[in-house]
């Protein structure tokens, strides 16, 4: 039992890390990026090859993918963010280029990558340690540090610095924001560009476990987003714990039913959540903090 | 007026001739003969039509160097469905009613085979399937000009039950998603099982792509089974044996087999040290032991394959599918070469009457009612970490 709680902890980090990208583009823009996930795999992919194919140590790759991913997240604000202008609300064009882009991504990567998955090395390397009995990777205590740390830069950006203020203003309104001398379309590049950062460092984090490949998230990238939903959309600390809570229950789920109902125990838990608590677990109201 | 009829003379005498060679007078016509081959050459599965159009294009320039088929030069002409039934469909009729092909090989994936089967049916297409393998897919009746050289899932999942039980290990479990194709797979082998008076110590399932496969393996290991039995997808199944590997739960501890697509390099790498010592299964023409290297004709074409895709260029190919495809090509030189003729009908009655074709996979036979080309006989164990020029070396137990 002690290994598949660490299983659905590792599972839940997965998860979180997708919640908490979503969420800081949720912030400021109020919309979800459906092309996060592939965000991720893009990190995958550069990761692979920046530390795999050419050899540099892992550390400057990751550094080095999350810049490229964040030029990426970039790029992909303004070719399916701003063309729909401030009120996204009112439109839908943002989601279906959203979708799309991801597709085009996934598309790309399988020309330029191939299709077939690819192992990626775990941090700390592959050998199994035993603690209290339970073997387990070292990177998966990675995984759980790293989720951490994250979650715990978002919370303290949000909520403890001035950025963090600005981000909130501008969800909350962009053009009072404005009035403010504060630019919104600054602050909506920074998040985009921390949501790619994160991606790549997901990326790093995931492809040792799913293995690097254009359809790596395709599976857990709706969980992503189940995560986010039910921590609260615009909280780092509910998509942490919405994102432990989806990965443990899935590790329940497989071993007190049947692995096949997986999936579907998961996901009637996440809709029951939202029926109950729409707002999620920890609910954030930014126009009633700023 | 003459000279109409002196060139309605030379017709009627070139037709004489031609009967009494033996050539009907739809072959004298052509001049090329085009077989069209569809498969998923892009996307997750891009590794089957990779192994579809390679095979296929070893056999045609062997084909054309040895005089082509009854003197016609052969051509393929490749298409990429990208898995997808729709795109199958379309791309088939393009090449059946554009190209105007002779004969078609493929496609890659059952759904996209369920699409066109119907369509070669009413068009009268002879269809070699070489590497899919769904079930229903041969039916002499149904599908009358389709002909299978690839080993069905039925038949590997009979073979895995079977060569467990012939191998004494009492406590089977089996392991496999919840597709269609799992499902499948487990109600053939609890047949098998059924046959022997045995039921399995386990049947654990799980969702394909499911990234957490430590529940599945904590379940096999619960089961306290003497083998385990895997039909899973590549990856699925890379990930399963790393969780097996965290519950200390490997061979030989246990044993372990899985059906052909655990003997494709690209799902050993990916599982790394967890693979060793599972076992996978393959035909027989496609291995080799420590004392027999193997047919010296298959030998040879494993080399030329190995020379023609060297290193990371062949870690994705899988030999004995290579060679399912290529001996598609070749029956159906063999097809219209015995029948003399170019109409499927013939054709067919060729292929069904053939009693013993020696290919670089197996020996074939097929007949009125059997369209299949392979059965569990023709399959043996192999430890698929162990590759000589592509071949798997056969298990001894």
Redesign the interface.
Known sequence: MP??LI??L??GS?YALLALAINIIYSTTGIINFAHGELVMLGGMFGLVLVVNIGLPLVVGIVVAGGIVAVFAILLYYSTIKPFGDNLGGSLGWLMATLGAGIIFRNVA??IW??????FPPLGG?E?INIFGV???QHEIWVLVITLLIAIFFNVVLDKTILGSAIKATASNRNTTRLMGISAEKMVLACFGMSGAVAAVAGFLISP???A???MT???GLKGFGAAIIGGLGSSRGAFVGGLILGIL??LS??VV???Y??AIVFLVMILTITIKPEGIFNVTYEKKV | MKKKIVISTLIMLSFLVMTVIGISPSIAAEKEFLIGSVGCM??????LGKNLRIGVEFAVEEINKTGGINGMNVRAIFRDDEADPTKALTLVRELVEKEKIHAFIGPTNTTCAIAIQPYLVAKKIIQLNGGTTGTVLIDPKGFPYSFRTHINDKDQAIFLVKEAIANGFKRIAVVH??SALGMGVQKDMKDVLDSHDMTAATF????A????M???A??LKSADPDIILMFTL??DG??LLKAM????FLPPKVAIQGYAATALP?FR??A??ASKGVWSLAPYNSTYSKTDPGLPEVVALAKKIEAAYPGDKGK?LNLFTIFSYYDCAQLVRVGVARSKSLEADQIKAALESLDSYEGAQANYSFSSTDHEGLDPSKLVTVDANQLKHGMYLRVEK
Request: charged share 25%; net charge negative; hydrophobic share 40%.
């Open positions: 290994e598949l299983s659905g590792v599972m997965i399988m020309l191939g299709s077939h998955p690819r192992p592959s199994l073997n387990i990777l476990i799913t293995f490949g254009p359809e395709v599976s857990i899935e590790a497989m071993t049947t692995p096949g997986k999936d | 892009s996307g997750p599965a891009a590794m998603d919840t654990a399932t799980y969702n792509n499911d990234i957490d430590l529940p599945v904590r379940k590549m990856a890379a990930r590997e965290r519950l200390d690209i790498e990916l790394g040290n994705d």
